[in-house]
């Protein structure tokens, strides 16, 4: 009995270190349905991103990207094929179109960031927190969605909770 437990856990410590194939995905970028998203703004999102360890001290997304995208069907599925350590192959008809409703900005040690010049609408924020200890690496993408108003400034703070893609 022993020796079954004992193989059915090599077996599944096996399984779970397998890095899985990535899988192929085409996603299709509709410029029409971002048309508002193109243009320069007056909005800004100002945040702070960070994941609680189990002592409760904080990791920050010191040094990382924060990007803010339109919280549309493409992002949503991009922002999900990224959480799951994955790359989509955007379609060659569509173009590099999607890139100009991107926004992005960099977390400083704090974990804090600000992303200017946004139009209104409603937007995702994803930050990526990642850590090592022990050769053993934590964290994931953060995701948080919210709706900017004309010349509005969003304060957010982006945590464990924020941890999936928002519907």
């Known amino acids: 009995m022993r020796t079954l437990i004992l193989a059915t856990a090599v077996a599944l410590a096996a399984c779970s270190s397998t890095p899985k194939p990535p899988q192929e995905v085409r996603l299709k970028f509709d410029p029409n349905s971002h048309r508002s998203y193109f243009p320069a703004g007056t909005g800004e999102i100002r945040g702070q991103a960070f994941l609680r ?8 997304c010191d ?3 924060v990007i803010a995208t339109p ?24 173009g590099p179109d999607y890139v100009y409703v991107v926004r992005q900005s960099t977390c400083d040690s704090g974990g804090n960031f600000s992303i200017t010049g946004l139009p209104p609408g409603d937007w995702f924020v ?19 969605k919210l709706r900017l108003r004309n010349k509005e400034t ?14």
Do not use: C, K, N
């Not at 360890?53 to 920050?60: E, K, L, N, T, Y």
């Not at 999900?80 to 994955?86: C, N, T, V």
């Not at 969003?154 to 519907?167: F, K, L, S, Y």
């Open 53 to 60: 360890q189990r002592d409760q001290s904080g990791v920050p």
């Open 63 to 65: 040094g990382s990207a």
């Open 71 to 94: 919280a549309t069907a493409f992002f949503r599925q991009m922002l999900d094929l990224a959480a799951r350590g994955q790359m989509p192959l955007i379609g060659e008809a569509v």
């Open 126 to 144: 994803a930050a990526p927190v990642y850590w090592t200890m022990r050769r053993i690496t934590h964290g994931g993408l953060l995701v948080y």
């Open 154 to 167: 969003a304060q957010i703070v982006m945590t464990d909770r924020d941890m999936g893609i928002p519907r």
